[in-house]
């Protein structure tokens, strides 16, 4: 079975913290992304990458980085978080079929 | 650039019902077209998928079809069960270039027994 593993489910962490989501695919996809959804908006791209330390900007980057060392590796930062960054996230990769992992849900306090 | 629109809801349907739920999308040239599945508390999960114009992509009786002419891929079945009650994401992804997948909205589905 094909697999997108996220290294949390449930995240809280406190205001102006560094948080870094992990995602991990066993697939050899090349295209990786991280994505956040919120009740009435759907998914939205935060981040994606195409290759191993290559990446680009999705619709609502600002906030977040992303690092790709490894092709099956691709974490997202929060440099500092926020309140406004609750919210459940979604990694995914594809070929072109996307997989998703099973989500993490941060809240931040 | 690339969308995808499809109804909110919540559709609220009585089990054995017929569902549809309408997708349209704007892409250049031949994307690939997916449907997604969520259910509470988890990440998404392929139904479906159709590659090209006119394939049918069909899953535990789900079933939508790829129209070029009319750039849709609405989802069907023939009888809902209290089990479908999920929601349900509308997707692309271009037939070239980075693979970006579009997602849309989401269509929440609840089915009462």
């Known amino acids: 079975d094909v697999k997108v593993t996220q290294s949390s489910r449930y995240l809280v962490k406190r205001t102006g913290e560094k948080v870094f989501l992990e995602c991990v695919q066993d697939?050899?996809?090349?295209?990786m992304f991280w994505y956040r959804q919120d009740p009435g908006l759907g998914l939205r791209l935060i981040y994606f990458?195409?290759?191993?330390?290559?990446?680009e900007k999705g619709d609502i980057p600002e906030g977040y980085s992303v690092s790709r060392e490894k092709k099956e590796r691709f974490s997202l930062i929060l440099e500092s978080a926020s309140t406004n960054q609750t919210s459940m996230y979604l990694c995914?990769?594809?070929?072109?079929?996307?997989?998703f992992g099973q989500g993490t849900r941060l809240t931040v306090v | 650039g690339d969308s995808v629109t499809q109804m909110e809801g919540p559709v609220t349907l009585s089990e054995e019902a017929f569902l549809t739920i309408n997708c349209t999308y704007t892409?250049?040239?031949?994307?690939?077209l997916f449907w997604y599945v969520q259910y509470p508390g988890e990440g998404l999960q392929l139904l479906l998928k159709?590659?090209?114009?006119?394939d049918k992509g069909s899953n535990k009786g789900f079933e939508a079809t790829y129209r070029k002419e009319t750039t849709s891929f609405h989802l069907e079945k023939g009888s809902v069960q209290v089990s479908d009650s999920a929601v349900y994401f509308c997707?692309?992804?271009?037939?070239?270039?980075?693979?970006?997948?579009?997602f849309g909205i989401g269509t929440k589905l609840q089915v009462i027994p």
């Open positions: 159709a590659t090209k114009a006119d």
């Open positions: 995914a990769s594809s070929s072109p079929t996307a997989f």
């Open positions: 892409a250049t040239g031949y994307p690939s």
């Open positions: 997707a692309l992804s271009p037939s070239g270039g980075y693979q970006k997948v579009t």
């Open positions: 697939m050899d996809h090349e295209n």
């Open positions: 990458s195409y290759d191993v330390k290559m990446k």
